[in-house]
């Protein structure tokens, strides 16, 4: 009985064949996207998972309020893990992270810049189960001046380990041309799927600040391994005790206060949380996180348009083959009046919906398989098609492919064999889009999700054109920033000062703290005289030179910036707008502030700065958040060193300052990239998103309009007749186009309509992450909703101007 279902089927799919391209097509597109997006989300949520006891670690999180600041750290004190361990049975293990930024390892002559480098306690392996391949787990980073690298560094790095890994143990590496690291462990690549990822893990006692006992710093990223039968939410309540014993002592003496409630009292609050690992990469986007994290939101997101654009193809197989209905009626008639049972009927359409469903997953994995890699560029991914590798993959897929193909024919199923013989036969049954109101509202579902698409698409491009094109406060247009500038040593003004002498230079500054993720420094300032935690402003201290306001582009709004004409610059301090607001100076320059001068020491010296001006507020973190305190002081800082330039050729410009870059530092690497390519890299993210959404968009629109294509075709060819009557009766092209593209277009201004309010719905809280966004306008709904109509206008005309074109003789004749 199968092989007849199957015959029959086969026969039915060469007969038919544009609308099986187009059931086929539709589908195979729609799984495609679907699959795609499966893998995407599925690798995000996979993330650290593959640690042997990823549910009982948990990352300390810190929120402080303070000075009119409020903070969301990813970070914590130093004694804060070891603290945890000594006084909590719940507590295992616990392993402190300090991230080191950039270093310079030693290869033969030659200095090359490592980024995936941080200082990790000795207890790295007993929280993280990171696969070891030589070394003492125990003892690797036990020892000062010992290092664990992984596979891949140590084969970048000693010949020998090229073909063994494990020979690397024992070697040393010189690190900035100054210290050696004998390599104590070596440990496989870490996945992908990690929220953290480094190649080189240097001891913890090489760090003077990881044993200072200071509990008011925060600037150590520490996890905890628990017991398996600790409760999290027991283990966090013991953050208070922690905050009274041993923070209240120092926090007490650095505010000249007499208890942590008088702290909190004035509005000023701290607190700590535990954050379980497995939740660090979709739930946490924190201030100094180990690395970019992901968005659940986007994983919703993604998970809905994965589902939507299922649907879409599944409502395009049901649209068609209902709506093929009509011209199979006979067929049903005859068969039942031969005896035929309706569920034999039913098997026979069943069998032909899956059999096409069967060969769409066929090609939908086959166009998976081959456009992953093209994906994986787009979402900056290295995902595997795990078709045969993964056991769950393949039967899974086919799983689909038969749920598929079992909905979306069980009602043309069902449908085309309840139809009576007598009607049948009699010539009654004419179906077309007027009676098929099921068709109708699933026409509508399409489009709206479409429109629905499109006002993401719409009002995602134009956030980030409003976030590159808003006001910044400074200049971010051709800003060379090079690299790296300790490299150069005591050369640093010899090398700045040969770089001015190029008639495209037009100013320059060397510092670390630039308005783009780069260094930071948070710092309690009070008005001079006063101690008192409620006139605390908590501020980005940054160290500049005299040329970096000019450099960067920024306005002075009162006062002057640091100048070399007055030695008492040593001195002086530029604050913000927003600094001035809070402090409460309605004229700022010349007044005085005060802060520690070093906040790891137990003398707690003050330092007196006199106000000489006030900067413009610019943006010096990403618009997501609003501007805060800053101020700047003069002081050395060679973290980087920015020219502006004025120039068309930047290349040579470019070219320029490397050679000269050799000649003071050849041994070192040269490394640059401009300001506004920086900036930009902020919302890379949002970008890649914005890329995926728009991908998604159009393709979602296209299976959209390959049922609607089909759709007004069968239409078309239903009403041969009328036509060609209304033709011989005097109609033009016009007319006909118009009565065979009204009701389509009635849909799709319906789906319009309930678009809409969903669309705003979303975008109004995607927005609400930045802290300056576009507004909500309704011409982005309103081109939205053309757009959609434009396409539908397009894809029904084509079909309508062809039926309107045909030989009315011939179209009487079919009859």
């Not at 980030?464 to 050369?491: F, H, M, P, S, W």
């Not at 943006?619 to 305190?629: M, T, V, Y």
């Amino acid at each position: 009985m199968f092989k007849n279902y199957l015959l029959i089927a086969l026969r039915n799919l060469q007969k038919q064949k544009f609308y099986a391209f187009l059931n086929i097509a539709g589908l195979a597109l729609g799984v495609t996207c679907c699959l795609l997006i499966t893998l995407y989300v599925l690798d995000e949520l996979s993330y650290d998972r593959f640690y042997e006891r990823a549910d009982q670690i948990y990352r300390i999180d810190s929120e402080i309020k303070f000075g009119g600041t409020e903070q969301k750290l990813a970070v914590t004190s130093d004694p804060m893990g070891p603290t945890m361990v000594k006084d909590y049975p719940q507590v295992l293990a616990a392993v402190r992270f300090r991230q080191q930024g950039g270093i310079l390892v030693k290869k033969g002559e030659q200095n090359i810049k490592e980024n995936r480098i941080i200082y990790a306690d000795s207890t790295l392996f007993d929280v993280f189960s990171l696969p070891i391949v030589a070394g003492n787990p125990k003892q690797a980073l036990v020892a000062p001046n010992s290092v664990v690298i992984t596979e891949s560094m140590a084969r970048k790095y000693f010949d020998n380990a090229l073909s063994n890994p494990a020979n690397a143990l024992g070697q040393v590496l010189r690190f900035n041309d100054n210290q050696d690291y004998k390599v104590t462990g070596v440990i496989k690549d870490i996945p992908a799927n990690s929220h953290f990822r480094f190649d080189f893990f240097l001891s913890m006692q090489n760090l003077e600040e990881s044993k200072q006992n200071n509990w008011v710093s925060h600037n150590f990223q520490t996890y905890l391994l628990l017991r398996p039968d600790a409760n999290p939410k027991e283990v966090a309540a013991k953050f208070e005790e922690l905050i009274e014993k041993y923070m209240g002592p120092q926090v007490k003496q650095l505010m000249n206060i007499n208890s942590i409630a008088e702290f909190r009292k004035s509005g000023n609050n701290i607190g700590y949380g535990l954050m379980p690992l497995t939740r660090i990469h979709l739930h946490s986007d924190l201030v100094a996180e180990l690395g970019p994290n992901g968005s659940i939101q986007y994983v919703y997101i993604f998970s809905a348009i994965a589902l939507f654009i299922l649907l879409i193809a599944c409502i395009n197989f049901m649209n068609l083959s209902t709506a093929r209905s009509a011209s199979r009626a006979k067929e049903v008639g005859v068969r039942k009046v031969l005896g035929s049972q309706r569920s034999s009927l039913i098997n026979q359409f069943l069998t032909e919906s899956v059999m096409l469903s069967l060969i769409a997953f066929g090609l939908a994995t086959l166009g998976a398989y081959l456009l992953l890699p093209f994906f994986n560029q787009l979402a900056v991914k290295e995902m595997t098609f795990p078709l045969f590798s993964s056991p769950w993959m393949l039967p899974a897929l086919l799983f689909f492919a038969l749920l598929v193909g079992l909905l979306a024919g069980s009602y043309p199923a069902f449908f085309l064999s309840a139809f009576q013989p007598i009607s049948v036969l009699k010539g009654n049954l004419s179906r077309g889009t007027k009676s098929g109101w099921l068709r109708s509202s699933l026409v509508v579902f399409q489009f709206a999700t479409s429109v629905i698409l499109i006002v993401g698409t719409i009002v995602i491009y134009y956030q980030l054109d409003y976030i590159r094109n808003t006001k910044l406060g400074y200049n971010k247009e051709q800003v060379l920033i090079v690299n790296d500038g300790y490299a150069l040593g005591n050369q640093v003004e010899a090398f700045r000062n040969e770089i001015q002498r190029l008639p495209d230079v037009v100013s320059s500054t060397a510092t670390g703290y630039l308005p783009i993720p780069s260094w930071r420094n948070e710092t309690p300032y009070f008005p001079e005289g006063v101690i008192q935690q409620e006139k605390a402003v908590s501020m980005q201290s940054w160290n500049v030179d005299h040329d970096y306001i000019r450099t960067m582009g920024m306005e002075m709004l009162k006062g002057r910036g640091f100048s070399r004409d007055f030695s008492t610059d040593s001195s002086a301090v530029i604050i913000n707008e927003t600094a001035a607001r809070i402090f409460g100076y309605a004229d700022p320059v010349g007044k005085k502030i005060w802060t520690y001068t070093d906040f790891n020491s137990a003398e707690r010296k003050m330092a007196t700065y006199t106000i000489v001006g006030v900067v413009k507020n610019f943006h010096f973190e990403s618009l997501r958040q609003n501007i805060g305190a800053l101020c700047m002081v003069l002081g050395r800082n060679t973290g980087s060193i920015s020219f502006r330039l004025k120039t068309n050729n930047v290349a040579k410009t470019v070219a320029a300052v490397e050679s000269q870059w050799k000649k003071h530092a050849s041994s070192q690497p040269f490394s640059y990239s401009f300001l506004n390519e920086e900036f930009d890299a902020m919302y890379r993210s949002e970008q890649r998103i914005g890329q995926i959404a728009i991908s998604f968009s159009i393709l979602a629109i296209v299976i959209a309009c390959l049922g609607l294509f089909g759709l007004a075709s069968f239409t078309a060819e239903q009403r041969t007749k009328e036509i060609g009557i209304r033709k011989v009766l005097g109609a033009d092209v016009s007319n006909i186009v118009t009565m065979l593209s009204k009701d389509f277009l009635k849909l799709v201004l319906i789906a319009n309509v309930i678009a809409w309010p969903l669309a705003w719905w979303a975008m109004h809280r995607w927005l609400q992450d930045f802290a300056y966004r576009i507004d909500l306008s309704w011409w982005v709904f309103a081109l939205a909703g053309l757009i959609a109509l434009c396409i539908a206008l397009f894809t029904i005309s084509f079909q309508s101007i062809k039926a309107a074109l045909a030989n009315p003789v011939k179209s009487l004749r079919t009859e």
